[in-house]
């Protein structure tokens, strides 16, 4: 038990320390090649956040523990709105800025959601063919997503500078978190075989927590330099990755056989946070920080359930 928890914690050390370190370079190449906020928010923040899902959810389906993977992709999708979101907001000086929503991400988001769980629920598996029906709806969706980039100005010589620092960085960022993401799925099953708790409880909660923390520090940090923009695309962009790339993923290595009431429970939780979500950007002020702190009491009562 204890060298389960020693690796547990290892791996979740190196995944925070990989992702923190991915974060950062993105942030530098989107700095060094001019690319607008909403690129560098949603694609870049977005699916460098949702690095550690990625690679939990791939040695999961490896390890023939997909289950996890979804579990993870859908309790990271919960946390981000429901904790990370939520938790951020109180950080934003609400009478200085104001919230934009990137409408068509945000549907995206919905869409994907609402048909991974129409795709799992009547069959109460996930395989490879929902996987690619999901690609193909995430391919979709980025095709009629639209930005304006920024101003160009000339970068040529701090970029060739830059680029094989970046390089350096972007490799050692993704060797930390292949080999964290490894650990913390040994020690994790390890765990649940120990409690008897199932793989897609741990994955739900434990997993999910740990893997939302690059998300929360980077909307927090977000928040204090008042980028807000930064932040619903932070979290928009990690959800809507979750689903494309993470569970997608694991799902065509190997197919996932779910329980029709963990699930139903799941996605009304997260149908409803996403629907505070949406309130939250659209109200005035105070209800802002109302229905923030509503949000982490629901998150804290849904994780009380679970455990239950």
Do not use: C, W
Not at 82 to 92: E, G, N, P, R, T
Not at 105 to 127: A, E, H, N
Not at 137 to 148: A, E, L, R
Not at 175 to 200: C, D, K, P, R, V
């Amino acid at each position: 038990m204890i060298e389960a928890t020693s690796i547990l914690l290892l791996g979740l050390v190196l995944l925070l320390v990989g992702s923190d370190l991915l974060v950062t370079t993105t942030e530098r190449i989107a700095n060094t090649l001019s690319i607008s906020n909403f690129f560098a928010s949603f694609f870049l923040i977005g699916i460098a956040t949702s690095a550690p899902e990625i690679f939990i959810s791939i040695e999961s389906a490896i390890q023939n523990q997909t289950i996890l993977a979804v579990g993870n992709a859908l309790g990271s999708n919960i946390s981000n709105i429901a904790l990370v979101f939520a938790i951020s907001m109180l950080f934003v000086n609400l009478d200085t800025y104001n919230f934009s929503l990137p409408t068509k991400p945000f549907i995206s988001m919905i869409v994907l959601s609402g048909i991974t769980f129409i795709l799992i629920f009547f069959d109460k598996t996930f395989t490879s063919g929902d996987s690619i029906i999901l690609i193909l709806i995430f391919m979709i969706s980025i095709y009629f997503f639209k930005s304006k980039p920024q101003d160009e100005d000339d970068t040529r010589s701090k970029k060739y500078h830059k680029s094989t620092i970046l390089f350096l960085y972007l490799v050692t960022s993704l060797a930390l978190l292949l080999y964290g993401s490894h650990l913390f799925i040994q020690g994790a099953t390890e765990i649940a075989i120990f409690f008897g708790i199932t793989t897609y409880v741990i994955g739900l909660t434990l997993a999910a927590l740990g893997t939302s923390l690059p998300e929360l520090a980077a909307s927090i940090q977000s928040a204090r330099k008042g980028k807000v923009d930064f932040i619903a695309g932070n979290i928009i962009g990690s959800n809507i990755f979750n689903i494309a790339i993470a569970m997608t993923a694991a799902g065509i290595i190997n197919p996932a056989f779910l329980n029709n009431t963990n699930l139903l429970r799941d996605f009304v939780v997260l149908a409803f946070s996403t629907f505070i979500f949406y309130l939250i950007i659209k109200s005035k002020n105070i209800l802002k920080t109302v229905y923030s702190v509503v949000l982490v009491i629901i998150y804290l009562l849904y994780i009380e359930y679970i455990f239950k």
